[in-house]
């Protein structure tokens, strides 16, 4: 007889990030997997979230208090309505030699959150990993989210479903309510002619449960603080449509009176307009590392 090794080639790499949509919102996203084996493979998927060992695994501590690499579980948010946030199609059949299967994910959020995320397993005979797929996406109550540098709050929610009512009062009366901080943090070489970078991401979702479209301006405050301690801005203020992104640059090069046992640390509100108000409180920190 022959041995024949089972072989597989997926269409996307170890994580599926189906990006940010709107909460209560369904979009879809294709994972195609080939066969480039000589035989018919039988396949099952398995989501980490639907495992039966889920609620034993989860009898520990969390890993963003225990690690500092792994900032979020593996399966991260769940929908309150008890419905899985993530769903594949179909979850078991065979693929004939040299042909390829289509699989259908579908992100179903059904309330607001940054760290959704699940695991998808593919098995061959019911027993071989032939590929693991991290699923990430996030959902927001309204078209407009801020992406990048390092998130400063802590990646599990609470279980306690606050009232969107009080939420957006809070947002629409009084002073403006800091949504999220982020840290950009910029390492310059030392002896480079070229500034440290970073860049942040302004987007405005397009999505058939929003009616009106209105654009999303965003403006990033405090110029002369930052402009003082080094930083120099790129597309600070703008104004986007439904579906667009716009970044904002961030460059610093050390003045020449700095002192590298105190480096700069330096805050901005970064403001975004759409629907509603969101403040976003932006810290930037910058430091001279050694070329070695």
Not at 1 to 10: A, D, E, F, K, R
Not at 71 to 88: C, K, L, M, P
């Amino acid at each position: 007889g022959h041995g024949v090794m089972p072989s597989t080639v997926c269409s996307v790499g170890e994580v599926l990030d189906m990006g940010y949509v709107m909460a209560r919102d369904t979009v879809t996203s294709t994972v195609k997997i080939e066969n480039t084996s000589t035989l018919t493979l039988p396949f099952s998927v398995q989501l980490e979230s639907l495992s039966p060992t889920r609620d034993r695994d989860r009898q520990k501590i969390p890993s963003f208090l225990t690690s500092s690499v792994q900032r979020t579980e593996i399966v991260g948010t769940q929908n309150y309505n008890g419905f899985s946030v993530f769903s594949v199609s179909p979850t078991e059949g065979k693929i004939e030699a040299g042909e390829s299967q289509d699989f259908v994910v579908t992100f179903s959020p059904d309330h607001e959150s940054l760290y959704y995320s699940d695991r998808l397993k593919v098995l061959l005979f019911g027993k071989q990993t032939a590929h693991e797929i991290l699923l990430k996406g996030a959902a927001r109550d309204h078209p407009m989210f801020v992406e990048g540098g390092v998130p400063l709050d802590v990646p599990v929610e609470s279980l306690a479903v606050t009232s969107p009512v009080a939420s957006q009062k809070a947002l629409e009366g009084g002073p403006q309510k800091v949504v999220r901080s982020l840290l950009l943090l910029l390492e310059y070489v030392e002896g480079s002619a070229e500034p440290a970078r970073a860049e942040l991401t302004v987007g405005a979702m397009q999505s058939p449960l929003l009616a009106a479209k209105k654009a999303v301006e965003f403006s990033l405050d405090n110029a002369p603080e930052l402009q003082r301690a080094g930083f120099a801005l790129d597309g600070p203020k703008g104004a986007l449509e439904r579906g667009q992104l716009r970044r904002i640059g961030v460059s610093w090069v050390p003045p020449a009176d700095l002192q590298t046992s105190d480096p700069p640390l330096v805050s901005a509100l970064l403001t975004v307009k759409g629907d509603i108000t969101e403040s976003y409180r932006v810290l930037f920190m910058a430091r001279v590392v050694s070329a070695s």
